[in-house]
């Protein structure tokens, strides 16, 4: 399975500032995406990274806010825009090989706000 | 700390009994299923699969388990270890979906030594 190695693994951050996570995978894959994990809580799916456009984000989640690049097969960052104690959370990328649908996930970043 | 896990339901064990884990899924349509362990401080990790054409799959001490007239899935976990310690989490693909996962609110697995 791909090796999917993401930064940081946690940070603490102040009310308003923003904060961009960085997925990075050891092969080419075809989908990436971002999660959300609140505490206590299941994941739910902020965005498909797409490779050269726009993301495509889920209800509740927009671009303004989490804005995604992903410029090759194997790197995606997801940035935390304006942050506020909501957002926070642990985000995970996850990717897909090979559209077999089995997605793996990355450690994920656990973020707080204050 | 880690935050995962607080406040979801909690399965308590002894070690080297089975464990069974379950999860009701929304979709009727859902054509594939996973489940996922999550350790603390990790990302969810791959365990079984199975589609919907199946109604049971086997794994090294891990079977899943899917009653689709019920909309329910299983995880059984045969003679449980310490290390099986962790969050379960059920996921879905729905039929018309397929690259987006569903997760369920998971399961936090004890295990008593």
């Known amino acids: 399975s791909a090796v999917i190695s993401q930064k940081p693994s946690r940070d603490i951050c102040q009310r308003g500032t923003s904060l961009t996570i960085q997925c990075q995978v050891d092969?080419?894959?075809?989908?990436m995406f971002w999660y959300r994990q609140q505490p206590g809580q299941s994941l739910t799916l902020i965005a498909t990274?797409?490779?050269?456009?726009?993301?495509?984000?889920e209800s509740g989640f927009v671009i303004d806010k989490f804005p995604i690049s992903r410029p090759n097969l194997t790197f995606s960052t997801l940035t935390v825009s304006n942050m506020s104690p909501e957002d926070s959370s642990i985000y995970l990328c996850s990717v897909e090989e090979q559209r077999n649908e089995k997605l793996f996930f990355g450690s994920g970043t656990q973020l707080s706000v204050l | 700390g880690e935050s995962v896990g607080l406040h979801l339901p909690t399965l308590s064990v002894q070690e080297g009994d089975n464990s069974i884990i379950n999860c009701a899924y929304s979709?009727?349509?859902?054509?594939?299923f996973i489940w996922y362990k999550q350790e603390s401080g990790k990302g969810p990790q791959f365990i079984i699969d199975?589609?919907?054409?199946?109604d049971k799959r086997q794994g090294q001490r891990v079977t899943v388990l899917l009653n689709k007239t019920v909309k329910h899935l299983s995880l059984q976990i045969a003679a449980t270890q310490p290390g099986d310690s962790a969050v379960y989490f059920c996921?879905?693909?729905?039929?018309?979906?397929?690259?987006?996962?569903?997760f369920g609110s998971g399961t936090r697995l004890l295990v008593r030594p």
């Open positions: 092969s080419q894959v075809t989908m």
């Open positions: 990274a797409n490779q050269g456009s726009e993301a495509t984000y």
């Open positions: 979709n009727s349509a859902s054509d594939y």
């Open positions: 199975i589609r919907s054409n199946m």
């Open positions: 996921a879905e693909t729905p039929m018309d979906s397929s690259y987006k996962l569903i």
